[in-house]
């Protein structure tokens, strides 16, 4: 079955430093994507960055990017220049069809 | 274009009640999920519907049932409540049901119904 693992429950950076989450995942298929989404406090879910397994070129979106390595399962996302919006929670997430999701990284800002 | 949209935002019942929540997905998305967030389990999948059919189901009691409407609107019900029901329950909906490329799989998520077991 497939699982994806967040080691992080929580994290913390410095205003505009650069922090990365980890996301570990197991799966035995060869085309998926994954996803990273960010829960604001009191707010909705909405889609942070999006890699397919089938593309090398690791995903960027602004100041947000990915490490994907497909053979070690990893896909960690980089947040660069960290703002004070930036604080949520962010979850990994697999999608074969099903998504199966992580249980999230809590990420502070301070200023 | 409107989100995704779920009502009640907030509800407080009684153990042994029922509960019935509604979301309205995004013009034009035909899949509806359903989650349940809680702090100590997470993100945890419910269901999800396609076409008025469900098509994926979640590990949870036969408590919990949804159905989906011609118009893809959503309801998923709780009936006979318990204290460990208490969470947010959240609504996401997409343009398919197949979210391998060339599908985007993105999911468009709604505030959410916060409900509150006494």
């Known amino acids: 079955a497939q699982t994806v693992t967040q080691s992080q429950p929580e994290m913390s950076v410095q205003e505009a430093e650069t922090v990365t989450l980890s996301c570990t995942y197991d799966t035995s298929e060869s085309d998926y994507y994954l996803f990273w989404y960010k829960q604001p406090p009191s707010r909705q879910m909405i889609l942070v960055i999006r890699q397919e397994a089938y593309k090398q070129q690791n995903a960027t979106e602004n100041r947000f990017s990915v490490n994907f390595q497909k053979a070690a399962k990893s896909f960690s996302l980089k947040i660069s220049d960290s703002q004070l919006g930036d604080a949520a929670m962010y979850f990994c997430?697999?999608?074969?069809?099903?998504?199966?999701w992580g249980a999230g990284t809590k990420l502070i800002i301070k200023p | 274009k409107a989100g995704v949209t779920q009502t009640p935002r907030y509800l407080i019942k009684t153990r042994g009640q029922q509960v019935t929540l509604s979301c309205s997905p995004i013009s034009g998305h035909r899949s509806v999920s359903w989650y349940q967030q809680t702090p100590g389990q997470g993100l945890q999948f419910l269901f999800e519907y396609f076409s008025e059919t469900q098509r994926n189901k979640g590990n949870f009691p036969g408590r919990f049932s949804g159905r989906q409407f011609s118009n893809s609107r959503s309801e998923m019900n709780v009936s006979t409540l318990e204290l460990g029901d208490s969470a947010l329950y959240l609504c996401a909906s997409s343009l398919e049901l197949n979210r391998l490329p060339p599908n985007t799989g993105e999911l468009f998520f709604g505030e959410g119904s916060r409900l509150t077991v006494l």
């Open positions: 997430a697999y999608s074969n069809y099903q998504l199966i």
